[in-house]
């Protein structure tokens, strides 16, 4: 995991190794091992190495293959690429590193911008071909390393974060009013847009070509997700068996490496399951919880703290545990940090990331994570029992859309944004956005309730997924740390999609057999599926063996602190300070009545606005460390 950057002068203009330098500075904390600068005319190249294999300077980049050909610069790792290196070496190509990035190279020169569909890994590319003089950008199946870009007038800029493109000197920093509304609907971007007027994320499995004459970038997917293939004659022996052997194998895959690995331990069964086939790989594993301080914390909060199952698992597996607990103080300090590295604002309540990757970073290099499992294999049967009785498809987007307005509702929107920010902004957009995401796959379906299902899984990994693994990216780099994913292996992937809907959730027959299609809507409303917990059933099969039977039957908790009581607490002076005192910035955009009125419910007990107060609290530190050009203590 590294970071890099690139500028393309499309007028042909020398790019300065200064402009060059001061972007890949911004970015040292996601290499401190290693800088390399690339200058080729109107063509200029950075890295920042974290080094994971192949440690010496033979790894260092950009790296150019042998034939001239290429220069690239690349963050991430290649799982799969010993395969691909031996195949090279049969056509005769030759290696003097250890590294992935060399088989990249090597591999461009052989087949071409082609070979990126290939790899089994997660990766953002930027690589140059001297024949044709284009630039050519690429980012990995289901987007875990981040790339940005910018194009100005006559400029092209791509980087890790957009810490570094804003540092171009022709780049004007201005707020996105149609990413900000998104923001404050979903607490997420489904488009590809960011709040930084200009700066676009390319999307996942998107390989893009710029030239002299680019203007824009068409995003046009290689590869995408299908959960309609499901094989429906599937046994649920063949899918348990299938997918032990496909997650032990993907677990082991992703272990490789020249420096220390360890593995996050939540007390759940993903990262258990993880650590238990990590811990045969390594004698003593290294495993890290995040905990917090429950003296303060009521109602369903009061159960948050998963560290007592984490220490069972960890005395289980013999490994080396560390733990950090957080405390309702440490928002205070970690909140314009978090902003700082995030940049792009994205998901949920991110502060547990950043402390449990700065502990992790402390003893390992590459940490282990079990973001995945539940978008693959049906974790949240809640959300997908709110439409699964859906009638057709205008029915389902009703219902699931209005689930996913998770901060603000669009009746609301006039409440919330200031008027020279409503006259900019077109309210029903988020609807399009959100309706988007289905119609960009053609073959999904909206016929019966497992269509309906797969269609969640299917929206949920596309959306919710992708903002999980920016926060983790940057979270982790900020602490020079590199997170790995094995469930998002590409052989468990392809066959988590074909596993049909009935061996995911347990209970499926029987929900489906309480719904009369001939009941009135008030009947259906009230039939309460909360109560059920049986997500992720062949999963759990497949994890016996590995893990305790109590942490394969333990209900599903979440990985979250007890904000909503630490906001009513020792936490409501800040947030006053913060969003209600005369130096508040982002009162610009947003009506400062409308906070009042959320902070006040909150406060008073009367409603849970934890999400809506977060991202609040998140947007005022964007203002001023983006706008306001104010710096972190």
């Known amino acids: 995991m590294c970071g890099i950057v690139g500028i393309y002068n499309k007028n042909k203009k020398p790019v300065y190794r200064e402009t060059l330098k001061n972007m890949s500075d911004k970015l040292a904390h996601r290499g401190p091992d290693g800088e390399g600068l690339y200058l080729n005319g109107h063509l200029g190249l950075a890295h920042r190495r974290l080094a994971i294999l192949d440690t010496s300077p033979k790894g260092n980049q950009p790296m150019t293959s042998k034939d001239g050909k290429w220069t690239i610069v690349f963050n991430g790792c290649i799982y799969n690429y010993l395969e691909l290196k031996q195949e090279l070496q049969s056509l005769g190509h030759e290696f003097v590193t250890g590294t992935d990035t060399e088989v990249i190279a090597e591999g461009l020169s052989a087949y071409g911008t082609k070979y990126f569909e290939r790899f089994n890994g997660m990766f953002a590319i930027g690589a140059w071909n001297h024949n044709d003089e284009s630039l050519y950008l690429s980012r990995d199946r289901y987007g875990i390393k981040p790339l940005y870009y910018w194009i100005g007038e006559n400029t092209v800029c791509f980087a890790s974060e957009i810490k570094a493109i804003i540092e171009h000197p022709e780049y004007r920093i201005d707020v996105n009013l149609n990413a900000l509304n998104e923001y404050f609907t979903f607490q997420n971007l489904f488009s590809y847009h960011t709040l930084f007027e200009g700066v676009n994320m390319l999307p996942p499995a998107n390989t893009a070509k710029v030239t002299e004459t680019t203007e824009f970038i068409k995003h046009d997917s290689w590869w995408d997700y299908d959960f309609t293939k499901n094989d429906e004659d599937m046994s649920f022996d063949f899918a348990q068996e299938k997918t032990k052997e496909l997650f032990e194998s993907a677990v082991t895959r ?31 594993l290294s495993t890290f919880t995040c905990g917090f301080d429950m003296s303060e914390a009521t109602g369903r909060e009061a159960n948050f703290d998963e560290r007592r199952d984490a220490e069972l698992m960890a005395n289980h597996f013999n490994t080396e545990h560390f733990e950090q607990v957080m405390n309702a103080g440490d928002i205070r300090w970690s909140l314009p940090r978090l902003v700082y590295h995030l940049e792009d604002l994205r998901v949920g309540m991110s502060y547990p990331n950043y402390y449990i990757s700065r502990l992790a970073s402390k003893f390992v290099k590459v940490c282990l994570q079990g973001t995945g499992g539940d978008e693959l294999f049906g974790g949240y049967p809640w959300r997908y029992y709110k439409v699964f009785d859906s009638m057709d498809q205008e029915q389902f987007f009703d219902q699931y859309y209005d689930f996913w307005q998770r901060l603000v509702s669009d009746e609301d929107k006039k409440q919330l944004f200031q008027p020279d920010v409503l006259r900019e902004i077109d309210l029903t957009q988020p609807r399009r956005v959100f309706e988007n995401v289905f119609k960009f796959n053609e073959s999904l379906k909206y016929e019966k309730p497992e269509d309906h299902i797969n269609n969640s899984l299917y929206f949920e990994i596309k959306t919710f997924l992708p903002g999980l693994f920016l926060v983790g990216d940057k979270l982790a780099m900020a602490n020079g740390l590199e997170e790995r994913f094995p469930f998002m292996d590409n052989d468990l992937v392809d066959f988590a999609m074909k596993v049909p809907v009935k061996h995911k959730l347990g209970n499926l027959e029987e929900e489906i057999s309480r719904i009369d299609e001939n009941s009135p809507p008030e009947i259906k409303k009230t039939l309460s599926y909360r109560e059920y917990d049986d997500g992720k059933n062949v999963l759990r099969k497949a994890m016996q063996g590995f893990i305790p039977e109590s942490i394969i039957n333990r209900k599903k908790q979440g990985f979250s602190a007890p904000d909503e009581s630490w906001y009513r607490g020792k936490n409501a002076d800040y947030i006053k300070e913060l969003l209600l005192s005369p130096n508040t910035l982002s009162t610009k955009y947003v009506q400062r009545t409308y906070i009042e009125k959320v902070v006040k419910e909150h406060l008073e007990g009367g409603f849970n606005h934890r999400l809506l107060i977060w991202s609040l609290m998140n947007f005022e530190w964007w203002c001023r460390i983006f706008l306001d050009k104010q710096t972190i203590a």
């Open 254 to 284: 992703q272990m490789i490496s020249d420096v220390p690995v360890g593995s996050y331990l939540s007390g759940g069964m993903d990262s258990g399951s993880i650590t238990a086939i990590a811990s045969k790989h390594v004698e003593r």
